[in-house]
């Protein structure tokens, strides 16, 4: 049976050696490992960004790939080191909402604190724990030790506020969790909470206290030229977008604004 792949997001960066030292220290247990840099260009100390990559990424990749990500702002602190496994792969890292957009997507089977200290490096340091603690620890994963030797297994992981949608009434609260380079403002919202608001051919939106009728659209250019439109995008969340525009000049809105869908 193939061994799986491994994936590797993080905001260290290329510059210095981090990334190196990690892969060394996966290859160094399992020689054989197939590893794929999804991303080192995480903004610094950017769980949101971080999370919303790996989701956006993971699903492309074959059953059973271990998806390691390190974003790790809280590293040394009481924040756990987990291990989910999901139906359809495995995620490594901080228990700090890096692994929830992904895992939650992929509907959590079990979770268990990574705290068996054989599966780690025999020394840790307490600002390192990526190449110390999370890379041996998948390295061990995909070498074909069970989930269950990594530590007692736990109810729940942090869900962040970038990952929760508040139900009220006849409205959904969410937030804007990403602004890709053309501008498009993606919610965390999906088809789950469009069917919830009964949204077929019109959304309504309220976007920073301002109230939108977004047509909802298949492609882009179903409404003209710098016109507004709502569409579930290719990493299926729900866009805001301008055609051939700026979404997020056109209504001023950033990472982190609260995004609300109402029923008329």
Known sequence: MPRPVITLTTDFGLKDAYVA???????????????VDITHEIEKFNIRMGAYILASASPYFAEGTIHLAVVDPG???????ILIQTKHAYFV??????????ANSQNIEHIYEISNRKLMLPKTSSTFHGRDIFAPATAHLANGTSPEEFGQEISEIVTPEFAKIIRR??????????????????????????????????????????RQKLKLCKVYAEVEPQKPLAIIGSHNFLEISINQGSATKYF????????????S
């Open 21 to 35: 030292e990690m892969k060394a220290v996966i290859l160094g247990i399992y020689a054989n490992a197939t590893i």
């Open 75 to 81: 590293v040394g602190t009481q924040r756990q080191a």
């Open 252 to 263: 001023k809105i950033k990472v982190g604004d609260k995004v609300t869908l109402y029923r």
């Open 93 to 102: 890292g901080p228990d700090n909402g890096v692994l929830a957009l992904a």
């Open 169 to 210: 009434k006849n409205m959904l609260v969410g937030e804007a969790i990403h602004i890709d380079d053309f501008g498009n403002i993606i919610t965390n919202f999906g088809e789950k909470e469009l069917e919830l608001m009964n949204a077929r051919a019109i959304i309504n939106a309220k976007l920073e206290g301002i």
